[in-house]
């Protein structure tokens, strides 16, 4: 008789997401081709988002996103799929701000959750003049 541990399936990814949940939405036909793929520049556009919100929380105020590197779609995102956008604040410079986002999605009926993209995200703080600004200090917990 097998054990527990070895009669479940095996994970789809060998870890969960990093980083806090920052957004999650549901994939909807207007996103995708005709194939049915959403198309990389909506989930690049939800990626943003998350990013900026996590941005925006650390500048106590506006940001603007100057830089995206690093991505790679490891897997398409189909209609119907739920997307969740994970963050975390890797560095902060004078007025700039790092952030790494993973994005992954779920497939309702299965509940299976899958990576399909993460990227590095570079913001800066904006200020009343639309020019950058300096960070403030980080608010203690």
């Given at each position: 008789?097998?054990?527990?541990?070895?009669?479940?399936?095996?994970?789809?990814?060998?870890?969960?997401?990093?980083?806090?949940?920052?957004?999650?939405?549901?994939?909807?036909?207007?996103?995708?081709?005709?194939?049915?793929?959403?198309?990389?520049?909506?989930?690049?556009?939800?990626?943003?988002?998350?990013?900026?919100?996590?941005?925006?929380?650390?500048?106590?105020?506006?940001?603007?996103?100057?830089?995206?590197?690093?991505?790679?779609?490891?897997?398409?995102?189909?209609?119907?799929?739920?997307?969740?956008?994970?963050?975390?604040?890797?560095?902060?410079?004078?007025?700039?701000?790092?952030?790494?986002?993973?994005?992954?999605?779920?497939?309702?009926?299965?509940?299976?959750?899958?990576?399909?993209?993460?990227?590095?995200?570079?913001?800066?703080?904006?200020?009343?003049?639309?020019?950058?600004?300096?960070?403030?200090?980080?608010a203690v917990p």
């Amino acid at each position: 008789m097998a054990s527990e541990a070895t009669s479940r399936p095996p994970a789809l990814h060998p870890r969960l997401p990093t980083g806090i949940p920052l957004i999650r939405v549901i994939a909807m036909p207007a996103d995708a081709n005709p194939n049915g793929d959403i198309f990389g520049g909506w989930l690049l556009s939800q990626m943003d988002l998350a990013g900026g919100s996590l941005a925006v929380q650390r500048a106590q105020g506006r940001c603007a996103t100057v830089a995206v590197d690093g991505m790679v779609f490891h897997e398409p995102v189909f209609v119907g799929d739920e997307v969740s956008c994970y963050g975390e604040l890797i560095k902060t410079g004078r007025t700039s701000m790092t952030v790494r986002i993973e994005a992954w999605r779920r497939h309702p009926p299965s509940g299976t959750s899958r990576k399909v993209t993460e990227a590095i995200f570079t913001y800066v703080a904006i200020g009343e003049d639309r020019r950058p600004r300096p960070l403030p200090p980080p608010a203690v917990p």
